[in-house]
């Protein structure tokens, strides 16, 4: 073997190899990542959605667990559109399930300091529930001779519509008596009215 080549192996050995291997692992680890971070965007999504549909229909939970439609209604909760629900028990299984995440592929890569925040918003003609999950994922190894692991601060965040057809209706019709009972509706027609007659319709 000439002096050369015993110069480029030596350096593969001490510079190209160890590269190539760190560039491998960290490849490795950031895949692992993505797939914890995809377990908590399932759990998120999954609490939105069933947060929606409790605020839509309030007997939904007692239906779920007894089985059956209660056959006597003791809290209908008639302005649960305009308040929101009670979505503290999808809270606490959000929680439970983000505790019971595992590791994915390698040990001390499971999720840290993760905070669950369930939010009600009302817009008038639309309502909405947003999960918020803040969570930290530690590399389980130290990179260029740091004193700690590196640890990514992420952030998972789902939006449902909280859909209550049957609801939608009655206040529209609520909305068309009240219009018909104060004399409302005959001013827009007869506004409407004008402005077809200006336009020539």
């Not at 590269?19 to 692992?25: Q, R």
């Not at 939904?60 to 209908?76: D, Q």
């Not at 509706?185 to 200006?198: A, D, H, I, M």
């Amino acid at each position: 073997m000439r002096k050369e080549e015993k110069g480029a192996l030596i350096l593969e050995a001490t510079i190209v190899f160890p590269v190539m291997f760190f560039i491998l692992l960290f490849l490795i680890y950031t895949g692992n990542m993505f797939y914890i971070r995809s377990q908590v965007d399932s759990i998120a999504s999954r609490g939105a959605i069933q947060a929606a549909a409790y605020v839509a229909d309030p007997m939904l939970e007692e239906v779920k667990e007894s089985g059956s439609v209660p056959r006597s209604i003791n809290n209908v909760q008639p302005y649960h559109s305009l308040l929101g629900n009670d979505v503290g028990k999808i809270q606490n299984k959000m929680n439970e399930e983000l505790n019971g995440l595992g590791t994915g592929f390698f040990a001390g890569m499971g999720i840290q300091n993760h905070s669950v925040s369930l939010r009600f918003e009302n817009h008038i003609f639309y309502s909405t529930v947003t999960a918020d999950v803040d969570f930290q994922v530690k590399f389980p190894i130290r990179f260029f001779g740091s004193d700690q692991p590196v640890a990514l601060k992420m952030h998972s965040r789902s939006v449902a519509p909280v859909t209550d057809t049957p609801e939608f209706i009655q206040n529209v019709d609520m909305a068309i008596d009240y219009a018909d009972s104060t004399g409302l509706s005959e001013k827009l027609n007869q506004l409407t009215g004008k402005v077809r007659e200006f336009f020539g319709r």
